[in-house]
């Protein structure tokens, strides 16, 4: 038998080190090349490092949330054995004066590391707390996972399952649970968002600026458009209407299609309008990018930022589609509010915020209409882009997005 360093790879875009999220495997574990080892997070996704080798555990570099450095120890192996053999201790060799020896644990008999055990690091950990062996647990998962339904059943079929249901407060040692705290460690794409929000607050002197927007007309090409769409596909959202208005106004107003390079001292200014699509996700707010809007027609521009964001939603984002916006537009849809102080997603300099659409009652012509009233709550980095440009650019998009005929029409 033979050992297998596997150290920390380069997970791409010259990343130096990356992130533990979550361990797939645990020392004794006996798992097959390409088997899932751990998640891995970089500052653009999280990525799943497969063995390179087949084998067994012998020992996992780091915790979830410790960030390692590429090229370093991540996994050792023991190779060239089918399953995991006993293993006696040798005799500990007697401990330098003042120094003792930790006692050598040992081995896992060959029969408890025979089914490896798949379960997530929150159903070990539940199974820790309550004494159970998940090496006992019938899994329903793919490939025999434990999911958390099966730990509940194997809890609830223990002998003194009954009694252990016992108050909140004697449940837990005399302590109500209702007072009791919960902490969870920031890491993954958590961390990487708490990192670049705090950065982005603390080196941006952000300028907001929040204008009101009569979507009236609007509206009504959004449910004509609408009627026009083939059977199955998706109706037109009010977000590709106004990304093609950006597009359109970001040929008047370059500085605010800029990315600040801070090292150089460097404003670039893009003739590209790559726009970044804040979304929501289950890992938190994620940034896929639509690239070349300005070259696509309305209906490519609807299908490409419903396809970026599902991406993004569902994990399937790759790095390359999560980098490189050069303009980030936000909404919260229905709970837009009535406005909002969007971050800036440096090296950006300019963030355009979508507020929900409600209809109130206005002056028109010096009577009371009802329209449907929309706020544009958006952020300049006060540094390049100066409060009037800012001002002027919005209400460049907001004639474009009351007229919706401009966003159309090449206009000299």
Same mark, same amino acid.
């Given at each position: ?18 992130? #533990?999220?979550?361990?797939?495997? !645990? ?17 653009? %996704? ?5 063995? $390179? ?40 060799? &007697? =401990? ?8 050598? =644990? ?13 379960? /997530?690091? %929150? ?7 309550? +004494? ?9 998962? $793919? ?19 009954? =009694? *252990?249901?016992?108050? &909140? ?5 005399? @302590? ?16 990487? #968002? ?7 607050? @603390?080196?941006?002197?952000?300028? /907001? ?10 509206? !009504? ?6 009627? !026009? ?63 070349? *809007? ?12 419903? !396809? ?7 994990? @399937? ?5 999560? +980098? ?19 971050? #800036? ?26 329209? @449907? ?16 440009? =800012? ?17 159309? #029409?090449?206009?000299?």
């Amino acid at each position: 038998m033979s050992r297998y360093i596997f150290k920390v790879p380069d997970l791409g875009e010259g990343t130096v080190a990356s992130e #533990i999220v979550a361990w797939k495997v !645990r020392p004794g574990d006996v798992v097959q090349e390409d088997q899932p080892l751990v998640e891995m997070s970089t500052e653009k %996704a999280v990525v799943e490092v497969p063995a $390179p080798v087949g084998g067994r555990i012998v020992s996992l570099a780091g915790e979830p949330g410790d960030v390692v450095a590429v090229g370093s120890q991540l996994v050792v192996f023991e190779t060239d054995a089918a399953a995991p053999e006993p293993v006696v201790a040798a005799p500990a060799a &007697p =401990a330098p004066a003042g120094k003792p020896v930790a006692p050598v =644990a040992a081995a896992e008999p060959a029969a408890a590391v025979a089914r490896r055990v798949m379960a /997530s690091p %929150a159903t070990r950990r539940r199974a820790r707390e309550a +004494g159970v062996n998940l090496a006992a647990v019938a899994g329903s998962g $793919p490939g025999g996972r434990i999911e958390r339904n099966d730990l509940e059943t194997a809890l609830a079929a223990a002998p003194g399952a009954a =009694a *252990a249901e016992e108050p &909140p407060a004697a449940a837990a040692g005399g @302590r109500d649970r209702r007072t009791a705290v919960e902490e969870q460690k920031v890491i993954g794409v958590r961390r990487v #968002i708490a990192e670049r929000m705090s950065a982005a607050k @603390r080196t941006i002197p952000h300028f /907001s600026y929040v204008e009101e927007i009569d979507v009236t007309e609007l509206e !009504r090409l959004r449910l004509y458009l609408n009627t !026009r769409v083939a059977k199955g596909v998706p109706g037109f959202t009010y977000l590709p209407l106004i990304v093609a208005a950006l597009v359109r106004v970001l040929e008047d107003f370059p500085q605010c299609n800029a990315h600040y390079d801070a090292e150089r001292n460097v404003i670039r200014r893009h003739a590209a309008v790559h726009v970044g699509i804040a979304t929501q996700t289950g890992d938190g707010l994620k940034v896929p990018v639509v690239r070349h *809007a300005e070259s696509l027609a309305l209906p490519e521009l609807a299908a490409e930022i419903r !396809r970026v964001a599902e991406a993004a939603r569902s994990g @399937r984002a790759t790095r390359a589609e999560l +980098g490189g916006s050069t303009i980030t537009v936000t909404s919260l849809g229905r709970l837009g509010g009535i406005a909002s102080t969007p971050v #800036i997603n440096a090296p950006e300099v300019a963030i355009i915020g979508v507020n929900k659409a409600v209809e109130r009652p206005m002056v028109v012509d010096g009577a009371i209409a009802v329209r @449907r009233i929309m706020n544009l709550s958006s952020s300049f980095d006060h540094r390049f882009v100066d409060g009037f440009d =800012a001002a002027a650019m919005i209400q460049a998009l907001k004639e474009r997005l009351e007229r919706p005929a401009m966003i159309f #029409i090449e206009w000299q």
